[in-house]
């Protein structure tokens, strides 16, 4: 198990530019800042592993926006408890069919909500996965 904490602007580097293993757009250091800074949002981070999370309020949902690096299940545990912390009843994500973090978010109760055709742009496919917390 990985320690997971609150981004604080130095952890911003190591996930500045990088793939985001979900599938979706990467984020620069400085939309990360401003992430970080919205009280509707949470950064998380775990070692060189960082998770985004936008929260719509009480009785909404939470949306992971991007992932990148490995510790999915300790990213996603914290994530779910910062969700639950903002009184948001599920959390959702779009991921590409090929992404390799699928197994982990289907192992932690992920399940598909649908299918985006061409979510991703240039053809690609996405899958609405959500949890009800």
Same mark, same amino acid.
Not at 80 to 90: C, I, L, N, P, Q
């Given at each position: 198990?990985?320690?997971?904490?609150?981004? %604080?602007? &130095?952890?911003?580097? &190591?996930? +500045?530019?990088?793939?985001?293993? @979900?599938?979706?757009?990467?984020?620069?250091?400085?939309?990360?800042?401003?992430?970080?800074? $919205?009280? +509707?949002f949470a950064v998380l981070v775990a070692g060189? #592993? &960082? !998770?985004?999370?936008?929260?719509?309020?009480? &009785?909404? %949902?939470?949306?992971?926006?991007?992932?990148?690096?490995?510790? *999915?299940?300790?990213? @996603?545990? /914290?994530?779910?408890? #910062?969700?639950?912390?903002?009184?948001?009843?599920? !959390?959702?994500?779009?991921?590409?069919?090929?992404?390799?973090?699928?197994?982990?978010? =289907? /192992? $932690?109760?992920?399940?598909? *909500?649908? +299918?985006?055709?061409?979510?991703? *742009? %240039?053809?690609?496919?996405? @899958?609405?996965? =959500? %949890? !009800?917390?």
């Open positions: 198990m990985v320690k997971v904490k609150e981004a %604080k602007k &130095g952890d911003l580097l &190591g996930m +500045d530019g990088r793939p985001n293993v @979900l599938g979706g757009p990467s984020f620069s250091y400085s939309a990360l800042e401003m992430f970080m800074m $919205a009280p +509707d060189d #592993s &960082g !998770i985004v999370v936008y929260h719509e309020g009480k &009785g909404g %949902k939470s949306r992971v926006l991007l992932m990148v690096g490995g510790s *999915a299940t300790d990213l @996603l545990r /914290s994530a779910e408890g #910062s969700a639950r912390g903002a009184g948001t009843v599920k !959390i959702t994500l779009e991921v590409s069919p090929e992404s390799p973090v699928l197994p982990d978010l =289907e /192992s $932690a109760g992920y399940r598909k *909500a649908g +299918d985006v055709a061409n979510y991703f *742009a %240039k053809g690609r496919p996405a @899958l609405f996965l =959500e %949890k !009800i917390l």
